[in-house]
């Protein structure tokens, strides 16, 4: 019998794909990066192990339309968004948003749902420069900034 060792392994989970095939009991390992289903008959092994018995293990949902434009510079980890399974943020299609800026109080003005508590450190004027302090180590999801129309006006 192969074993198979990984970083992370999550135990028979209810597997559903997204490509529309009917859910399957598997294993998910995580390794160096990689993850794949391992099937009947094969060992597995992980550092760390989860047991998600009970539970649908899928791939993460895209939010096609967030506000998450400032509030990731303020809560990196954006918890409330991976707590939903949402692993990637769709940012700026609303036409408001933080970039371009070439006032600090016309962006916060102009972006949805900014909060002057979020203690956010403005430091870009370009989008460019946006995306560089958006991207920067430390964010937990993946987004597709878009620039916002709105903001390009007043630009």
């Given at each position: 019998m192969e074993v198979v060792v990984a970083d992370l392994v999550i135990k028979s989970g209810q597997v559903i794909d997204g490509t529309g095939k009917?859910?399957?009991?598997?294993?998910?390992v995580i390794s160096e990066g990689s993850f794949f289903s391992v099937g009947d008959g094969t060992e597995v092994e992980g550092n760390f192990e989860w047991d998600a018995s009970g539970k649908v293990v899928c791939p993460g949902f895209i939010d096609?339309?967030?506000?998450?434009?400032?509030?990731?510079?303020?809560?990196?980890?954006?918890?409330?968004?991976?707590?939903?399974?949402?692993?990637?943020?769709v940012t700026g299609n609303c036409g408001h948003g933080p970039a371009p800026a070439r006032d600090v109080d016309l962006a916060k003005r102009n972006t949805a749902g900014f909060s002057e508590s979020w203690n956010v450190h403005f430091s870009w004027g370009s989008f460019s420069e946006y995306m560089d302090?958006?991207?920067?180590?430390?964010?937990?999801a993946n987004v597709a900034p878009l620039v916002p129309h709105g903001t390009v006006r007043l630009f």
């Open positions: 009917p859910a399957v009991m598997s294993d998910i096609i339309h967030s506000h998450a434009d400032f509030s990731l510079m303020a809560d990196r980890r954006n918890e409330g968004a991976i707590r939903q399974g949402i692993t990637t943020l302090a958006l991207l920067s180590p430390g964010l937990s």
